[in-house]
């Protein structure tokens, strides 16, 4: 019955056959890639605590403030309403993702993405620090109370990385506020930082590199991004098989090392680049969807290869391409239409920037009645004018009729003033003399002005009863 039960293939290389999990614990693999990754990882580490804390112009380098619907980037706010501007940006960076991955693969997942960063660079190493290496002989002392140690720095980190992920939504201000506040002062806060740190937790703690291997889009989409002369981590297949182990020849009293076979090829079949494989998966079965591209494997192999005395690069960088055929085709269509495609973008994105005025204004009708017969029989419309400040000084704004003769505006407040980067609204009563509706609704043009100098005219629709003479 149980072997019904069984996949007749792997389905995860998280899963055992019989479905329950299969914990990874890599074994790590000093080398070259590794040294490499580390400094990147933690350069990428220390930039991204210390961003929410660095300002410009007054302003956090990034700031992302879903609730009022601003976001700061490098000292340039921009609003929900920048539909032009964030569409270009989200161009900008779905087009670059295609474009790195033709070009270099999942260097993002391997080298750059927060979940490899801090998992492979923080949390496993906790867990080595407490558990042991794999492959080692269990730490002295109470397993119990080192696994209670391991779990302390675990919330702990989680608990400052969800400091740190929140500070980028709410600003470093707020969470100061919140963590030397009482939680009773403000509940929802402290729920959400609770949330966030148990999310943290599940995810390094538990979850771990299963985010990359079910969770993650980018993984998914991977395989429609890269092509075969795309950089991957790559088994030399036609080198390295067939495999099959060493044998130990005696000669005297040497002993040395040699394949099995005359025909055999260079892969040892020790398993260290599985053993090291941050998913679990066995890098000679080609390239999979599991692969993060962190080059483990490489160092791994590498590390045998300089053991038995064989060249370097049985798994290494390289393309499909390259590994079939011997050469990787550097020049291809989408890596000269990406680029293009890109500079159209960011140049659209750069001249709208530009070309932007000093503030922002609309005039949208108030909602209820079309319009009210005032005294003396005038028509009333009511509006509201929104204005946006987007110069760096602090601007005083107002509104009055442009045209048509006839027409005059009453506001409140009469004037409004804005600090850089900050959105209000006035009310309108936009009053018409009866006899200007011959046809309904007219047009009426308010111009907007600002103490910089700033100056739009926006159009309004007045409704108001049609008169078909010159008096009611
Ligand atoms: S196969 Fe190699 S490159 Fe791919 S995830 Fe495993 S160790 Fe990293
Ligand atoms: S580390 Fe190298 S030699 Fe060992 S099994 Fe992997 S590919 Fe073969």
Not at 24 to 43: I, T
Not at 340 to 367: D, P, Q, Y
Request: glycine letters at 8%; charged letters at 20%; a positive charge.
């Amino acid at each position: 019955m149980d072997t019904l039960l069984q996949p007749e293939e792997r389905v995860l290389s998280t899963l055992n056959p019989d479905g329950s999990r299969r914990w990874l614990k890599p074994r790590p693999s000093p080398g070259k890639w590794l040294r490499a990754r580390r400094v990147v990882a933690w350069l990428l580490i220390v930039i991204f605590t210390a961003l929410p804390y660095i300002t410009i112009n007054g302003k956090p380098a990034i700031l992302l403030d879903i609730l009022a619907r601003e976001f700061t980037f490098f000292g340039k706010t921009f609003f929900a309403t920048d539909t032009l501007l964030l569409g270009l940006f989200m161009m900008i960076v779905f087009v670059s993702i295609f474009m790195i991955t033709a070009l270099a693969g999942r260097v993002w997942c391997g080298w750059a993405c927060p979940q490899t960063v801090y998992m492979e660079f923080v949390y496993r190493p906790i867990e080595r620090l407490f558990d042991g290496k794999p492959g080692t002989r269990a730490k002295p002392g109470s397993s119990g109370f080192r696994k209670l140690l391991k779990y302390v720095c675990y919330v702990l980190v989680s608990a400052f990385l969800a400091h740190t992920f929140l500070s980028y939504f709410v600003g470093v201000e707020n969470l100061r506020h919140w963590i030397f506040g009482s939680p009773l002062d403000h509940p929802i806060a402290f729920l959400v930082v609770l949330f966030t740190t148990a999310l943290m937790l599940f995810d390094f703690g538990f979850f771990r590199e299963q985010t990359c291997i079910v969770a993650c889009p980018y993984g998914r989409f991977q395989s429609v991004m890269l092509d075969r002369s795309s950089l991957i981590v790559g088994y030399d297949r036609n080198r390295g098989e067939p495999r099959g182990p060493l044998k130990r020849r005696r000669k005297g009293g040497d002993v040395s090392l040699t394949v099995a076979q005359e025909s055999q090829g260079d892969c040892i079949d020790c398993t260290m680049c599985v053993q090291t494989c941050p998913t679990g998966i066995d890098i000679r079965d080609g390239l999979q969807l599991e692969c993060i591209h962190c080059a483990q494997c490489i160092d791994a192999c590498d590390a045998v290869m300089d053991r038995i005395g064989k060249p370097r690069g049985l798994i290494r960088y390289t393309s499909q391409e390259a590994l079939d055929h011997g050469k990787r085709k550097l020049l291809r269509a989408r890596l000269i239409i990406y680029p293009l495609l890109l500079l159209v973008l960011i140049s659209a994105f750069v001249g709208v920037l530009l070309t932007k005025s000093g503030a922002e204004a609309s005039i949208i009708r108030e909602s209820g009645n079309l319009f009210n017969i005032v005294q003396d029989g005038q028509i009333m419309n009511q509006a509201r004018i929104r204005i946006t400040n987007r110069s760096s000084s602090t601007v005083t704004y107002s509104a009055s009729i442009a045209s048509p003769e006839g027409v005059r505006i009453e506001l409140t407040p009469e004037t409004l003033t804005l600090e850089p980067n900050k959105m209000d609204s006035m009310m309108a009563r936009i009053i018409a003399r009866p006899e200007l509706f011959t046809t309904s609704p007219i047009d009426v043009y308010v111009r907007v002005t600002g103490s910089d100098g700033f100056e739009k005219e926006l159009h309004f629709s007045a409704h108001g009863k049609i008169w078909a003479g010159s008096s009611p």
